[in-house]
């Protein structure tokens, strides 16, 4: 018996209890996202402590300022390993200066003096060219602190923005979800609106800086809400309905895992349909990678819709996640080829297909502004181009891309940028098994692993900090577990 048929045989014994575990955790999954269709993700540092320092008026306060202290780490710092710490450690020590414990302010000043001396550069995540300046600033000002600014920042963005704000111009819809960067002007700002639940920008740090202290009711009832599931915490951007619905469902749709979804589940997903495609939730701005998202979901799950919207985004060589997007963003584009190839519509299909294979990374891998770990990346560009890729340079491509997920596995069975997680194991699979890859790895390690029990999900995801959607993070094991099943034989 090969080292690959071994691998399947041994999986296969863990079939049959894990085929009933698999229906029932879909089963509750979609239960799930109806009962809480606001979405599941983890809190942010940089969200809470923004609220701590912006409403120390809310409901929560003590129970925020204590969330801070806990997530503290040893060494000062909040947050991921590296330059991910930086927004999170700047937010949490300027919020506890005033509002906490004296020492653990000091601690995060000493963390961010080494970070700031030892990290060249920081992750491109949302708005960090604006929050970093505006904390900095904000930090030196209260502790005559000499904090810099990191390599190649130097705040000409946050001015540019202050100076278009100052003149009364119409703040951008993007700008909305980071508004508290412009601290006491956002207050009572005339152009803005909150939106569907009492929102701005889908961010309690946005509104938070928006309401200031007028605390208008359906405001208050957006924050309070936002921490509901937390305690006294809150996420950096809810509503996320859409966004959450159609990653599980196309996801699962993917795998070929048998469900039927809700009908109001898959209606809600255009339910805020506009000429340029759908956001995540609202207050947000429509974006291609959502859109494209809702489409290939709706064709998985047999409502085809033309893709034409997404023509919006097209920018001749690539499609931008929206208008005037500084950089690209590769799972974008792995998601646009899906939903113009769920249609069958091969001029896309074509030009994207050569595009992502030339951002492929010399090693096999992609990476992407939009998460901070690789597999996700890998598993968005893999799955798109095997199903729906065209063009000589494709099947090379994928071989390359499960050669370096195979050469990656750790010793227990899982795969991880940092360590071992369920969510990067579930993307690892989905590239082995959905591409075809039959993997030189013990599956039935793999079936353990994602089976087991495990910590909260870390957060890997970019928004103004690193979050966790932890629906979505289900479907992708649920999936996962399905595929080595799929495989066994």
Not at 454 to 475: E, G, S
Request: with cysteine; charged share 20%; proline share 8%.
């Amino acid at each position: 018996m090969s080292v690959d048929e071994e691998a399947i045989a041994s999986a296969a014994s863990l079939a049959a209890p894990l085929d009933a575990r698999v229906d029932q955790g879909v089963q509750d999954l979609l239960e799930s996202l109806a009962r809480e269709p606001w979405g599941q993700v983890s809190a942010s540092v940089y969200e809470t402590a923004r609220l701590v320092r912006l409403a120390p008026w809310l409901r929560g306060h003590a129970e925020r300022v204590r969330w801070l202290l806990a997530a503290q780490r040893p060494d000062g710092g909040w947050g991921p390993p590296g330059g991910y710490a930086l927004v999170p450690t700047l937010s949490a020590t300027d919020a506890l200066l005033s509002a906490g414990p004296r020492e653990a302010a000091e601690r995060g000043l000493r963390f961010l003096h080494r970070l700031l001396s030892e990290v060249p550069s920081i992750p491109d995540t949302p708005a960090a060219d604006l929050i970093v300046p505006a904390l900095v600033e904000q930090i030196n000002e209260r502790t005559a602190q000499a904090l810099p600014l990191p390599h190649g920042m130097d705040g000409t963005r946050l001015a540019a923005v202050r100076r278009w704000f100052e003149a009364r111009a119409a703040v951008p819809e993007k700008l909305l979800h980071a508004l508290e960067v412009l601290g006491d002007a956002a207050r009572g700002a005339p152009s803005v609106r909150p939106v569907g639940p009492g929102s701005v920008g889908a961010s309690p740090a946005a509104t938070a800086a928006w309401i200031g202290d007028q605390r208008p009711p359906a405001v208050s009832s957006y924050l309070a809400a936002a921490m509901h599931p937390h305690g006294g915490a809150v996420p950096c951007a809810t509503p996320i309905t859409v966004f959450e619905r159609a990653w599980v469902l196309g996801g699962l749709a993917r795998a070929g895992v048998r469900f039927t979804a809700p009908a109001e589940m898959v209606a809600s997903l255009t339910a805020n349909w506009g000429p340029t495609g759908t956001a995540a939730g609202p207050g947000l701005p429509a974006d291609a990678d959502t859109t494209a998202v809702v489409l290939f979901a709706l064709g998985e799950l047999g409502h085809r819709v033309d893709p034409g919207v997404l023509r919006e985004y097209d920018v001749g060589e690539f499609f931008c996640t929206w208008p005037g997007e500084d950089g690209f963003s590769v799972t974008t584009n792995a998601h646009v080829l899906d939903a113009f190839g769920v249609c069958g519509q091969v001029d896309v299909t074509d030009r994207i297909s050569s595009w992502l294979c030339a951002q492929q990374e010399p090693d096999g891998s992609w990476r992407d502004r939009w998460h901070s770990s690789p597999y996700y990346a890998t598993a968005c560009c893999v799955l798109a181009l095997t199903r729906f890729g065209r063009g000589p340079a494709v099947a090379a491509a994928v071989a390359r891309a499960a050669e370096w997920v195979a050469a990656t596995g750790r010793h227990d069975g899982s795969w991880g940028r940092w360590s071992g997680t369920r969510e990067e194991t579930a993307y690892a699979v989905h590239v082995l098994l959905l591409a075809g890859h039959r993997p030189r790895t013990d599956l039935a390690a793999t079936a353990r692993y994602l089976t087991g029990t495990h910590p909260a999900d870390p957060p890997l995801w970019h928004d103004k900090d690193l979050y966790a959607p932890h629906a979505i993070v289900r479907a992708a094991a649920l999936a996962a577990q399905h595929l080595i099943m799929q495989h066994r034989n």
